[in-house]
């Protein structure tokens, strides 16, 4: 029977790419003089950003999504978090990278995919993935469209396409 996969992944190289590329740009622009702004990640899922005032921090963060898009990666995958006063008159943020699917969102698409997609159109959540299997391929490439179209709030890719 064919089938594929729905995934939620980010390449994490090039996340640590427009990372360091933001962290350079930061350090040689004029309005940033002054700052000591800051933006870290840490190899996984997070991005520390810090800065004296939260306006600083939030042309980082645009910066950082400037070089998310010249990339290729979408912006969905970054949660915001709550933006905090740090020590010494600072500000802070932290971005969260959503990878994978989460157990509430694979459900949510699962029942989209039956209220919407083609008859004969089945799902297993399978960890941080969902399966969907059909009779024909052409069903199939019908869930893949229908599931690009709507937004979930997460980037997601279509793999293994097996027939």
């Known amino acids: 029977m064919p089938s594929f996969d729905v995934v939620s992944e980010v390449?994490?190289?090039e996340v640590r790419n427009a990372v360091d590329q933001t962290s350079r740009e930061v350090g040689t622009r004029f309005d940033f003089k002054g700052t000591e702004s800051v933006i870290e990640f840490d190899g996984k899922i997070k991005i520390n950003i810090n800065s004296a005032t939260e306006d600083r921090v939030k042309?980082?963060?645009?910066?950082?999504?400037?070089?998310?898009?010249?990339?290729?990666?979408?912006?969905?995958?970054?949660?915001?978090g709550k933006g905090e006063e740090a020590a010494g008159a600072r500000y802070k943020q932290?971005?969260?990278?959503?990878?994978?699917?989460?157990?509430e969102k694979a459900k949510e698409i699962g029942k989209y995919i039956k209220e919407h997609g083609p008859k004969g159109i089945q799902h297993q959540i399978q960890g941080d993935q969902l399966r969907v299997i059909g009779k024909k391929r052409d069903d199939l490439q019908a869930v893949i469209a229908?599931?690009?179209?709507?937004?979930?709030?997460?980037p997601l890719q279509f793999e293994n396409f097996r027939d």
């Open 59 to 80: 042309a980082i963060i645009n910066v950082l999504e400037e070089k998310f898009v010249k990339r290729q990666l979408s912006l969905k995958s970054l949660d915001h």
């Open 11 to 13: 390449d994490i190289q």
């Open 146 to 154: 229908l599931l690009k179209e709507h937004s979930f709030d997460l």
């Open 94 to 103: 932290e971005l969260t990278l959503r990878v994978g699917l989460t157990t």
